[in-house]
């Protein structure tokens, strides 16, 4: 038995086709059955799509918040070549563990030194990943981390 919000229709002899999913306004697909065959790989087509869109969402927040202190900053005006600004600012936080990561945006962030604040990583932290901060006001701010060292 079909649900109230749920309508198939098929006649595949003639030119009619009807097809609703939930949630979706009615849509209706006319022509030969190949053209509805068609119809129905497309629609199958765009879930599809739209799963694997959805992936990296979940797959970029696989990390938990951990606790670190900003230790020190630096900006550079040297070239990057990857886009056109020049100034890098460096930010260096040292975990409750004793790592020490450094850091690299092309932006000023709102964050003070000697500070606690909270550190998540994509991937497991290793340098050409990237690091989010928590700034002064909240927001999740992403670096590129480009150093890590142990305490001795």
């Known amino acids: 038995m079909l649900a109230a919000n749920q309508l198939h229709h098929w006649n595949l002899d003639r030119v009619n086709f009807t097809f609703r999913l939930v949630g979706l ?25 739209a799963a694997i869109c ?3 969402l979940h ?3 696989n990390g938990d918040w951990h606790h670190a202190t900003l230790v020190k900053t630096s900006t550079v005006n040297t070239w990057c070549r990857h886009c056109p ?3 890098q600012t460096f930010y260096s936080f040292k975990c409750d563990d004793g790592t020490t990561y450094t850091a ?3 932006r000023a962030l709102n964050l003070t030194v000697n500070a606690s604040t909270k550190v998540r990583f994509e991937n497991d932290g290793a340098v ?6 928590l700034d002064n006001s909240g927001k999740d701010q992403k670096l590129k981390i480009t150093g890590k060292a142990a305490e001795k």
């Not at 306004?25 to 799509?49: C, D, E, I, Y």
Request: glycine share 6%.
């Open 128 to 133: 050409g990943d990237s690091l989010h901060v």
């Open 59 to 61: 797959a970029a927040h």
């Open 25 to 49: 306004p009615r849509l209706r697909f006319r022509g030969s059955s190949a053209t509805m065959h068609g119809a129905m790989k497309k629609s199958a087509a765009f879930l599809v799509l």
């Open 85 to 87: 600004d020049w100034n």
């Open 54 to 56: 959805c992936l990296p």
């Open 104 to 106: 690299r945006t092309h």
